[in-house]
Nanobody
Framework: QVQLVESGGGLVQPGGSLRLSCAAS????????MGWYRQALGKQRELVAT???????NYADSVKGRFTISRDNAKNMVYLQMNSLKPEDTAVYYC???????????WGQGTQVTVSP
C-alpha cells in the first residue's frame, strides 16, 4: 500500500509563500489524478488543486493564479507552490492519490498551513 507524507507547512505572513511537498512511498504513475485538499477549522474538506498523469491541472477558484500544482513521477513527488497567501488559506493541507484500477483513494496525514501577521 502506497503511503503519502506531506511536508512544508508552517506559519507565514500574508503575502508570503510556501511550497508543500507530498512524498509517496511507491510509484505514483498509476494515480490519476493526484491532488491537494484542505480543511479549515470547523469547515469541510475542500479541493485545492489536482493534476493528471499528463499534467492537466484543475484549481479551486479561490487559489487560481496564486497556487501551482506539479508532479514528478520519477521522484514520486507532488508539490503545491503557494504564493500571495491570505489568512483564509489557513488550513490543514492533505495530499490525495486516486486510481480506478485498482480502486484506491489514499490520503496523507496532513500539514498545517497558518497565514497570520
Amino acid at each position: 500500500q502506497v503511503q503519502l507524507v506531506e511536508s512544508g507547512g508552517g506559519l507565514v505572513q500574508p503575502g508570503g509563500s510556501l511550497r508543500l511537498s507530498c512524498a509517496a512511498s511507491g510509484s505514483i504513475f498509476s494515480f490519476n489524478p493526484m491532488g491537494w485538499y484542505r480543511q479549515a477549522l470547523g469547515k469541510q474538506r475542500e479541493l485545492v488543486a489536482t493534476i493528471t498523469n499528463r499534467g492537466s491541472t484543475n484549481y479551486a477558484d479561490s487559489v487560481k493564479g496564486r497556487f501551482t500544482i506539479s508532479r514528478d513521477n520519477a521522484k514520486n513527488m507532488v508539490y503545491l507552490q503557494m504564493n500571495s497567501l491570505k489568512p483564509e488559506d489557513t488550513a490543514v493541507y492533505y495530499c490525495n492519490a486516486r486510481s480506478v484500477f485498482p480502486p484506491r483513494d489514499l490520503w496523507g496525514q496532513g500539514t498545517q498551513v497558518t497565514v497570520s501577521p
